[in-house]
T-cell receptor, first 116, second 112 residues
């Protein structure tokens, strides 16, 4: 009965490189959310996806950031040409489809990106 | 979703009850109150939610005032492991799968 799995747990990149963060939701969950937490700050919503669809990306930076949740496989948060300000913890959460939804989100343990 | 107001920080002695208040004076009739917590460096953890009746589970109790304008999360016997940031979130019943919006929360320090 695995929960939300995120990997890598820690990632170090140099400025200008690409970062790819992966999230496998709870088995049977069809909704994935990505949040970012900068050091000493709160959780900020980035993007909400269902299988093969982006539902709400109102929190995503306009450039360099993209997310996908393919039919098969994990959700991917991709950050191109990383800068030092991208250093943060990135949390993924999942929930079941609407009919089963109690409003509870299940969070992973996060991926910590450090940009040198 | 209605806005919530929480004290920025609180202390509690180990073994005592921790009572965390939340003000949500603009809550509407179909909005639930959710509580999550985030222990340092970990992912947020769901604690409890309620609409208008008091709720209890293995982690905590949620007391919602009759007018629903405020609520209190109660950890009956706080331990050092309960030290965390606690978030009170109001969310519509018909919000479906819309994202939760986290505020600044209350930083609870449980002291030995």
């Amino acid at each position: 009965n695995a929960g939300v799995m995120q990997n890598p747990r820690h990632l170090v990149r140099r400025r200008g490189q690409e970062a790819r963060l992966r999230c496998s939701p709870v088995k049977g969950h069809s909704h994935v959310y990505w949040y970012r937490q900068l050091p000493e700050e709160g959780l900020k919503f980035m993007v909400y996806l269902q299988k093969e669809n982006i539902i709400d990306e109102s929190g995503m930076p306009k450039e360099r950031f993209s997310a996908e949740f393919p039919k098969e496989g994990p959700s991917i948060l991709r950050i191109q040409q990383v800068v030092r300000g991208d250093s943060a913890a990135y949390f993924c959460a999942s929930s079941p489809f609407r009919g089963q939804n109690t409003g509870e989100l299940f969070f992973g343990e996060g991926s910590r990106l450090t940009v040198l | 979703d209605a806005k919530t107001t929480q004290p920025p920080s609180m202390d509690c002695a180990e073994g005592r009850a921790a009572n965390l208040p939340c003000n949500h004076s603009t809550i509407s009739g179909n909005e639930y109150v959710y509580w999550y917590r985030q222990i340092h460096s970990q992912g947020p953890q769901y604690i409890i939610h309620g609409l208008k009746n008091n709720e209890t589970n293995e982690m905590a109790s949620l007391i919602i005032t009759e007018d629903r304008k405020s609520s209190t999360l109660i950890l009956p016997h706080a331990t050092l492991r309960d030290t965390a940031v606690y978030y009170c979130i109001v969310r519509g019943k018909n919000s479906g799968n819309t994202p939760l919006v986290f505020g600044k929360g209350t930083r609870l320090s449980v002291i030995a």
